[in-house]
């Protein structure tokens, strides 16, 4: 049943509030897994899964060569109306595998807040871009793990993933964890690391 909802008449009235839109991909097939905005320029990154070699606008990005890699993210203005970089990423080469996605597809994306640097998880692998997307700082790399989120604590600046696991021995679970011990199946897990990737302070199991 259609229900006519009062507006203000003083105010504007915006039928359609969408702004703006694009596409982004080669010749190939893309899919974002991952979107955050920059805390200062407010540029819009994105994360996900791409077979197309070559991909826009890769000359300059940290990895600008497929290599058979397919995972991306990509820097836009805040307005969506210009694409400034993008960047393959990888994961661990061990599980990198385009036949299991949990592993190859960049699924998870944060921005520190006060510098300003992305982070880009890919199956047991985190790494450290520059916010232009040229240069990685750092990789880190959570054994028996399948990343699927990344956030960043407002205060310390320290990454937490989380994501899935099958494995009974996950880096950093050990007896002061939350829970220590898989319990069987698939497992949820979350990891503390530090802001520059350096140190794994814990990992739980959860499930």
Do not use: C, W
């Not at 509030?17 to 596409?23: D, M």
């Not at 197309?52 to 991306?72: C, D, E, H, K, R």
């Not at 990789?139 to 604590?153: E, F, N």
């Amino acid at each position: 049943v259609y229900k006519r909802q009062a507006y203000d008449a003083a105010r504007p009235l915006v039928i359609d509030p969408l702004l703006q839109s694009t596409y982004l991909g080669g010749a190939g097939n893309e899919d974002v897994k991952a979107i955050a905005i920059h805390p200062a320029s407010h540029e819009v990154y994105v994360a996900g899964f791409t077979d197309s070699n070559p991909f826009p606008q890769m000359t300059g990005g940290a990895i600008p060569a497929s290599a058979g890699l397919v995972s991306f993210v990509s820097r836009f203005s805040a307005d969506l109306k210009t694409l400034h970089q993008s960047s393959y990423a990888q994961g661990s080469p061990s599980t990198s595998s385009v036949y299991d996605a949990a592993f190859s597809y960049a699924a998870g994306l944060a921005i520190h807040p006060t510098g300003g640097d992305v982070y880009v998880a890919i199956g047991d692998t985190v790494s450290r871009f520059n916010a232009a997307l040229t240069t990685i700082s750092a990789t880190a790399v959570i054994g028996g793990a399948a990343s699927t989120a990344v956030a960043i604590h407002p205060v310390s600046g320290e990454i937490y993933v989380a994501g899935t696991t099958t494995s009974a021995t996950l880096a950093g679970a050990d007896a002061g964890a939350a829970q220590p011990t898989y319990a069987g199946g698939d497992d949820a897990f979350v990891s503390r690391l530090s802001a520059d990737l350096g140190t794994l302070f814990r990992s739980t199991y959860v499930g």
